[in-house]
């Protein structure tokens, strides 16, 4: 397996201390990560992309946008050992569902041992194979619109991926796209690095699109310099 959907390089502006403590202090003061977050966490070791997970403080912000947005119907490009998944789940509640979309069994088999230990199993749909061709079939089988899709699997697709949660959204949805500064690398048109050229195909594709209107957020912390898009459809 290639590394196209790896967490940008952190050597340029290596992930200071300060940046560790203020992500531990709010990790310690605002936000619920549970011992199950934890552990969902930690088992992201064993995973095919050991520390590729959101950050603590990322999983809160994505709960409450799902929150914000009143979404029921979740569904996530890359589960990895399913941290993120398990922030949606909960965010959703009982009566909502997500979909997460994964490539590899290994990571897919950690993820639905987490979401089991996490009591949330019963409202996750875990999909294995090549998120385009599991996003394709869920379109081919109309299933109901999804409320906020979180792109966040092998970037070169970042493309697919979009025109995928546009099928499967509807007005009023959101779109979250990780990964899109990698460390700054997202300023140079002339990188080599496809994931690179994933987001800037991606950010061309929102700006031509009249029905989306969105933005984009720097961050620093324990995952280093990066940051997401969040697009909302018109
Ligand atoms: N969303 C997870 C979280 O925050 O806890 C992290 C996901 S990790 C950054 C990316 C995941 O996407 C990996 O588990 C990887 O195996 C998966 N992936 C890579 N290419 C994929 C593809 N073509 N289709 C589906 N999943 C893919």
Sequence with gaps: MDDSESPAPTN????????????????????????????ARRSGAVTTMPNAEVAANQGAFLSLLVKIADAERVLEFGTLAGYSTIWFARAVGENGHVVTLEIEPDNAAVAES???????????????GPAAESAAQLM??????????????????????????????????????DNVVRDGAV???????PRV?????????????????????????????????IAFRR
């Design 12 to 39: 340029r502006y290596p992930a200071s201390d300060e940046w560790h403590a203020v992500d531990r202090y709010f990790a310690s003061t605002l936000l619920e990560e549970d011992g199950v977050l934890t552990e």
């Design 114 to 128: 987490n979401f089991r230990t996490a009591g949330v199993a019963d409202r996750i749909e875990t999909i294995i």
């Design 140 to 177: 081919s089988d109309c299933v109901e619109p999804f409320d906020l899709v979180f792109i966040d699997a092998d970037k070169p697709n970042n493309p697919v991926y979009l025109a995928a949660a546009l099928d499967l959204t509807r007005p009023g949805s959101v779109i979250v796209i």
């Design 187 to 193: 300023v140079d048109s002339d990188s080599a690095d």
């Design 197 to 229: 050229h994933g987001v800037r195909r991606v950010v061309e594709e929102i700006v031509a699109n009249p029905e989306l209107e969105a933005t984009a957020l720097q961050t620093v912390g324990e995952k280093g310099w990066d940051g997401l898009i």
